[in-house]
């Protein structure tokens, strides 16, 4: 079992910055990949962000160039760097950890709280 605490959330006005933070306990595996995701109001969750284990990262179209994701492999920690914030990046944000495919398909048992990032106009 593994457990998630997502924090760093909060309200920022167009334009702004936030970062945000994921600490992974329990059952981790060295090798696992990591990834941020959000769900916003009466839409399905969508994976945002990736990390492997080695640091190679991908982004989704909507965040690329704005976003960076990054891990602490001796923490079991993730980040989420959101730079130029807009609008319609306001969701609750999520991480989880595993296999690649896993990561991709977001096909978890158990999930975080998730932190709450609104962004004003």
């Known amino acids: 079992q593994v457990q998630l605490v997502e924090s760093g959330g909060g309200l920022v006005q167009a334009g702004g910055s936030l970062r945000l933070s994921c600490a992974a306990s329990?059952?981790?595996?060295?090798?696992?990949?990591m990834g941020w995701y959000r769900q916003a109001p009466g839409k399905q969750r969508e994976l945002v962000a990736t990390?492997?284990?080695?640091?190679?990262?991908n982004y989704a179209d909507s965040v690329k160039g704005r976003f960076i994701i990054s891990r602490d492999n001796a923490k079991n920690t993730v980040y989420l760097q959101m730079n130029s914030l807009k609008p319609e990046d306001t969701a609750v944000y999520y991480c989880?950890?595993?296999?690649?495919?896993?990561?991709?398909?977001?096909?978890?048992?158990?999930w975080g709280q998730g932190t709450q990032v609104t962004v004003s106009s």
């Open positions: 990390i492997t284990s080695g640091g190679t990262t």
């Open positions: 989880n950890t595993g296999s690649r495919p896993t990561i991709l398909a977001g096909t978890f048992a158990s």
């Open positions: 329990g059952r981790i595996f060295s090798r696992n990949s």
